[in-house]
């Protein structure tokens, strides 16, 4: 299912259940009832101002679905997720062998998903003109494991080639930075939904192992969709969009619904991060060997040389 990314934004707003829809009231003088969106409709809630309350039957409702409720910090960025336990009919099953995958498996696979970054990382350059061959020859030279830790080296290049020589990535960051966080934490719930609805445990990476990040799968399977956010943020730049506001907000998050290449077609991102998630675990349990990764290349409303003269 693709539904709908719910952010709440100001302080003064009260979340409740109601016959099957989220209802938003205002907390000041008469509480007038806001708006209200079917919970079937809902594929996250992102609470990103401080004073919002909410009641536990909301939390509840909206975990039998599998919906993400995202707490944001300063500056956007995600600092907490509620996810359901129950996400799958043979989740124990697919847990299991995700804790018992071999090392040899889980960096073959880690490298399946640095490539396919370097490659989507290569076509968000392409697209905006500047050279690309940069990545996509790191793309090709990918060992399991990625012991060369080619993904770093792409990073170093990428930034600088597609922000301009000064820019450098900082989640404290204004401007571009803060665009860059609320995007990720946009793919992050997205595919924390994914994770779970896959039978998998979002806190048993690949490759990301910081014992205090209870998201380490998360982290590494939205590796790939992450420079649909950077062009994303770049064609902003472009037009003058340069902060965080309501209509960046609504652009940013519309891209789960951008189309991208597949070897079935063109789906939309969320269907894409779905389908990954669930290609994982049948590799997990023997189903299948490879990974359902996106194909090189950006939806047509990304693409288009738009760089300023």
Request: overall charge positive.
């Amino acid at each position: 299912m693709i539904g709908h990314i719910v952010e709440i934004a100001d302080d003064r707003r009260h979340l409740s259940v109601r016959r099957g829809f989220m209802v938003v009231h205002d907390t000041e003088g008469e509480r007038r009832l806001l708006g209200q969106v079917p919970l079937d409709d809902i594929a996250a809630v992102i609470a990103n101002a401080y004073g919002i309350t909410y009641t536990g039957n909301l939390l509840v409702a909206l975990a039998e679905r599998g919906v993400p409720f995202v707490l944001c910090a300063a500056n956007h960025n995600a600092v907490g997720m509620l996810l359901t336990l129950n996400g799958h009919h043979v989740q124990a099953h697919r847990m299991e062998a995700q804790i018992a995958a071999s090392q040899p498996t889980r960096k073959r696979l880690w490298a399946a998903i640095v490539k396919c970054k370097l490659e989507q990382q290569a076509a968000a350059l392409e697209a905006t003109g500047v050279p690309h061959m940069p990545l996509a020859a790191l793309a090709k030279k990918v060992r399991s494991g990625d012991p060369e830790n080619m993904e770093a080296q792409g990073a170093r290049r990428y930034w600088t080639l597609l922000f301009g020589k000064d820019f450098r990535r900082d989640q404290q960051g204004e401007g571009i930075n803060a665009l860059l966080n609320y995007g990720y934490a946009i793919v992050r719930s997205a595919t924390a939904r994914a994770v779970v609805a896959a039978g998998l445990h979002p806190s048993v990476g690949l490759h990301h192992s910081n014992d205090g990040n209870p998201m380490r799968l998360v982290d590494d399977l939205m590796e790939p969709f992450r420079p649909m956010i950077d062009l994303k943020v770049w064609r902003l730049q472009c037009s003058g969009h340069h902060q965080v506001t309501s209509e960046t907000k609504r652009m940013l998050a519309h891209i789960l619904y951008d189309d991208m290449q597949t070897s079935a077609g063109t789906t939309p991102m969320m269907v894409c991060m779905q389908k990954l998630a669930t290609s994982l675990a049948q590799v997990y349990v023997g189903q299948r060997e490879k990974l359902n990764l996106p194909l090189p290349g950006l939806p047509l409303s990304l693409t288009g040389n738009l760089r300023p003269s």
